[in-house]
Nanobody
């Protein structure tokens, strides 16, 4: 059972990146997916969420309107499209999954998530 997050990098303010989170050993179809980020000296924070059951999504106010989460169940991959990036978006980004019966709807509590990707660094700087 493994999650792998990739797609981070250095981008200028106003630019875009697409993060990917691919699973191996299990199907993402049955799991709720969260994207989290953690900047130096700060707590890990949920920024986006995708439900496995009803396609509902959640976005933190700091990314609403700029980030979009999507799933490709055939590829066992979840994406986070990040547009209009700002320096304050600089952080290590993590994907994580949890089974619906172990979590709340749109659950932002990072400690309930069962499996985590390794993190990918996003740096927004000119």
């Amino acid at each position: 059972v493994q999650l792998q997050a990739f797609g981070g990098g250095l981008v200028q303010p106003g630019g875009s990146l697409r993060l990917s989170c691919a699973s191996s050993g299990f199907s993402l179809y049955y799991y709720n997916m969260g994207w989290f980020r953690q900047a130096p000296g700060e707590e890990r924070k949920a920024i986006s969420y995708s439900s496995s059951s009803d396609d509902s999504t959640y976005y933190d106010d700091s990314v609403k309107g700029r980030f979009t989460i999507s799933r490709d169940n055939a590829r066992n991959t979840v994406y986070l499209q990040m547009n209009s990036l700002k320096p304050e978006d600089t952080a290590v980004y993590y994907c994580a999954v949890v089974r619906p019966n172990l979590s709340w709807p749109q659950d932002t509590r990072w400690w309930v998530y069962e499996y985590w990707g390794q993190g990918t660094l996003v740096t927004v700087s000119s």
